[in-house]
């Protein structure tokens, strides 16, 4: 008996020992190494600038990012409008830390030299490789010198889908990659009648066709010199003749994909989380195609936005943390979360991940070059935007009611549109 309970206290003390080794040295009792990668508690607030409100910034990022450094907290200074950015003083007095913004915004930061550079974190990073990511994120985020300034875990990507049964019935072609929209919207026409819609999207108001050529296109609205309106007749006129006839014909739905997935319209612009729905209730052969371009920059697509850049503010006191924070967001541990999150049709930018979107080939429109090239609603405010928006709609609508010849429409948008603009002036002044 005393042999037994003798064997019994040295095994229990063998273990005893094991235990406390283990955990001196980081392994357990069966040898395997315990995760000493876990990140140490962060026992601080960071202040983040985002134009998301509070809430949406802990349910896409603040809650996931807390989950993986305990302790750490968050000031939140939500914007809820892009423009308080260029406000001097609203960003002065924030403080932030990490900063989020569109990709407008974080042009006017990197140019006003107000964000650090990430290409130090990088380069002496181990996770991070900037390989691995989408080659179109280094060439937008950088600055004239090579510095990268900014990165983006995810990329929005729209397209154009087309139900090929639709097409087939008609006898036509298929749409194709790098058509304009005057190319894209002149196919609709064929499939006007009384059942179906040759084009369904956002941009099918008569007003939205018009402001989508021109900033797709990038013809210029304001003279920076004079500051006054541009309008040029020979862009005008052919995109005010297209419209008066699209509405005519009634080929053209203003809706988000509700007839396309019926089956009743042919086209439909949209991004690509499209793709989870038409899996779900099509029951039609359909195809994607690229967002169309620009003619004279057939290689370039507005389809692809970075609707969410990560950067470090340069005055900040906690820029490694804020990097590390960044580094996880970007990381493979994130991409599931972040997908999860999706309902505007992001994708990953990490390379392994790009090419696909619920088991579909989109490497057709990830591998056109994004548009950062200025564009009309970078000069002109909101506010001037919402009216110049209304008066087109107006006076489009009167074209196609024949109240109006084309150029009589021409006009009278130039005049409408140039007392909108200098009434914005005299009010700012």
Not at 49 to 76: A, C, D, R, W
């Amino acid at each position: 008996m005393y042999y037994i309970q003798q064997n019994k206290s040295n095994i229990f003390a063998v273990l005893w020992m094991g235990l406390m080794l283990s955990i001196l040295t980081g392994c357990d009792l069966l040898g395997e190494s315990v995760d000493k990668k876990s990140e140490p508690v962060m026992n601080k607030e960071l202040t983040v600038l985002t134009p998301q409100s509070e809430e949406t910034f802990y349910q896409y990022y603040g809650n996931h990012i807390m989950s993986k450094f305990p302790g750490l907290t968050f000031n939140v200074v939500s914007s809820n409008n892009d423009n308080l950015y260029e406000d001097e003083s609203f960003f002065e007095n924030s403080h932030p830390d990490l900063i989020i913004s569109y990709l407008p915004t974080f042009r006017d930061l990197r140019d006003s030299d107000r964000i650090e550079s990430m290409s130090p974190y990088v380069q002496d990073s181990k996770n991070i490789k900037i390989d691995d990511y989408y080659d179109q994120m280094k060439e937008v985020f950088s600055n004239e010198s090579g510095d990268l300034m900014g990165l983006s875990p995810q990329v929005v990507v729209s397209g154009i889908f087309y139900n090929k049964d639709l097409f087939d019935s008609v006898q036509i072609d298929y749409p194709t990659d790098q058509m304009s929209w005057e190319e894209l919207l002149s196919l609709s026409n064929r499939f006007a009648d009384d059942d179906r819609f040759g084009f369904e999207g956002g941009e099918a108001a008569p007003q939205h066709i018009i402001m989508t050529i021109i900033g797709t296109n990038k013809i210029r609205l304001l003279d920076d010199q004079k500051k006054e309106l541009i309008f040029t007749k020979k862009d005008w006129l052919p995109m005010i003749e297209l419209v008066i006839n699209l509405m005519k014909q009634g080929s053209l739905i203003e809706s988000t994909g509700e007839e396309f997935l019926e089956g009743e319209s042919a086209m439909l612009s949209s991004n690509i989380s499209t793709i989870s729905k038409i899996q779900q209730k099509g029951d039609f052969s359909w195809g994607l195609i690229s967002y169309p371009s620009d003619p004279l920059n057939a290689d370039m697509s507005s389809g692809l936005q970075f609707n969410q850049v990560l950067s470090i503010n340069k005055e900040s006191a906690n820029k490694e943390d804020v990097w590390k924070i960044i580094s996880y967001l970007m990381s493979e541990d994130s991409v599931e979360h972040l997908q999860s999150q999706d309902f505007i049709g992001n994708t990953s930018t990490l390379k392994s991940r790009i090419g696909s979107y619920g088991g579909i080939d989109i490497s057709n429109l990830i591998n056109k070059r994004v548009d950062t090239r200025r564009g009309y609603y970078d000069d002109l405010s909101q506010e001037f935007q919402g009216k110049f928006s209304e008066m087109l709609k107006s006076v489009l609508e009167s074209g196609v009611a024949d109240a109006k010849s084309a150029d009589q429409v021409y006009e009278e948008i130039v005049t409408q549109g140039s007392n909108i603009y200098r009434e914005e002036r005299l009010k700012n002044e």
